[in-house]
């Protein structure tokens, strides 16, 4: 094994924002699929209703549009979601959702055309491609930003700085990301290749990580909702589907010079018998973090 060299975070979200969704070789990543696999989650599930309660949409005064911003919304599921609750609460109500995969887009795009009227006409959504670190809205455009597991996936600072730009005074980010997560196998010759050489999350990762940000950058902190969230073996194996996503981590480990091929075949040989056997456990907290930028 190659000492002092691990795959950074950026190498295994870079897969997500490639418009093909595929590495060089040409191993193809279906987007579409693992993500509505992820969607099956109770867990998960439950989480996003959960955010959708501490939007506390009907706070808002009937009389006022409000305006939210949902960054990396993904196939648009999330989209509906708040829709609905709008919808329900008889709220007016404008949904931007921002996303820069265009295989997403299109998906995202078609989901509204087809559920679009289960809305009321005082709920407009509308899907654009752009870049969280450089989003084309004005200064105090949003009362509300929303973040579902996507500032994982850029640089933590500049995204915060952008968002904090776009949001009014007053104006709120909820975001829901995980801290650092671990998996647990009796194979420990797995775990011990698993934690050399994969992204180090030393720091607790996103979760904690703008709980110590977000205050620094002006904004307050109104609460931090944690959720356990545990995935079996039998689980994690029906989220990578024939193991494309597996297969990209360890294809990308010999590109990187980090495993030799030989190690890299035999860590992904140990990680999939350890899931077809039930022999391994994945564990996280997911955070919703709810925080409003100060005057």
């Known amino acids: 094994m190659t000492e002092n060299k691990r795959l950074a975070a950026e190498d295994l979200s870079n897969v997500w ?30 989480a996003k209703q959960r955010v959708i309660k501490i939007m506390k949409l009907d706070q808002f005064d009937n009389s006022q549009e ?14 509906m979601l708040v829709g609905e609750e709008a919808t329900r609460l008889g709220k007016t109500v404008s949904i931007i959702g921002l996303e820069q995969n265009s295989t997403l887009i299109e998906e995202a795009k078609n989901l509204y055309e087809n559920q679009k009227d289960h809305l009321s006409s005082s709920v407009s959504i509308q899907i654009v491609r752009g870049d969280i670190l450089q ?43 995980g801290s650092a997560s671990n998996i647990f196998s009796p194979d420990e010759i797995m775990i011990k290749i698993y ?20 205050p620094k950058m002006n904004f307050e902190l109104k609460g931090s909702n944690p959720t356990a969230f545990l995935q079996s073996g039998q689980f994690l194996a029906s989220q990578d589907k024939d193991w494309i996503k597996m297969r990209g981590v360890s294809e990308m480990l010999i590109t990187k010079g980090v495993l030799t091929e030989e190690e890299s075949k035999d860590f992904l040989k140990r990680y999939i018998e350890a899931c077809e056997t039930n022999q391994i456990l994945s564990t996280a907290i997911l955070f919703i973090i709810e925080a409003a930028k100060c005057k």
């Open 195 to 214: 934690d050399t050489v994969l992204p180090n999350r030393r720091d607790g990762g996103t979760a904690i990580r703008l709980q110590f940000l977000l």
């Open 66 to 79: 409000i305006k939210i911003l949902d960054i990396g919304c993904g196939l648009g599921i999330d989209l």
């Open 135 to 177: 989003m084309e809205f004005n200064d105090e455009t949003f009362d509300i930003v929303r973040s579902d597991i996507t500032l994982q996936h850029v640089d933590l600072p500049k995204a915060l700085t952008e968002i904090k730009r776009v949001l009014k005074v007053n104006g709120r980010l909820i975001a829901l990301e």
């Open 17 to 46: 924002k490639d418009n093909n969704n595929k590495l060089t070789s040409g191993l193809k990543l279906d987007l579409v699929q693992h993500l509505l696999q992820q969607r099956q989650s109770q867990e998960w599930v439950d």
